[in-house]
């Protein structure tokens, strides 16, 4: 069973930088895709980012775009969210989630996602 922990979230003001990370383990997700999705206080989760883990493709949400960067780690079973330029907007708890293997969706789902972690909290202050 894939676990997923994340940490790196906080209180930050407008204008600044976080790093999410989030470490896989108790499986392997090869051929799976990774995201990073988030859910602002009383609305739905949204997609933020995904990656394919073996392909190394990238995609984002319009919203991010040009801001947010999402990476990983092979060696390090760790995915990365770097967040620059932070909105207000962008408060939200940030979840990490894994689709399950060999994948071939289109990664902006976030019902295509078997897997999550509990969330880091990301506060943006204008």
């Known amino acids: 069973q894939v676990q997923l922990v994340e940490s790196g979230g906080g209180l930050v003001q407008a204008g600044g930088s976080l790093r999410l990370s989030c470490l896989v383990s108790?499986?392997?997700?090869?051929?799976?895709?990774m995201a990073w999705i988030r859910q602002a206080p009383g609305k739905e989760r949204d997609f933020v980012a995904a990656?394919?883990?073996?392909?190394?493709?990238?995609f984002y949400a319009d919203s991010v775009k040009g801001r947010f960067t999402i990476s990983g780690d092979n060696a390090k079973n760790t995915v990365y969210l770097q967040m620059n330029s932070l909105k207000p907007e962008d408060t939200a708890v940030y979840y990490c989630?894994?689709?399950?293997?060999?994948?071939?969706?289109?990664?902006?789902?976030?019902?295509?996602?078997?897997?999550w972690g509990q969330g880091t909290q990301v506060t943006v202050s204008s």
């Open positions: 989630a894994a689709s399950r293997r060999y994948y071939s969706g289109n990664y902006y789902s976030p019902t295509d996602y078997a897997y």
């Open positions: 108790g499986g392997t997700v090869s051929n799976s895709a």
């Open positions: 990656i394919s883990w073996s392909a190394g493709n990238t």
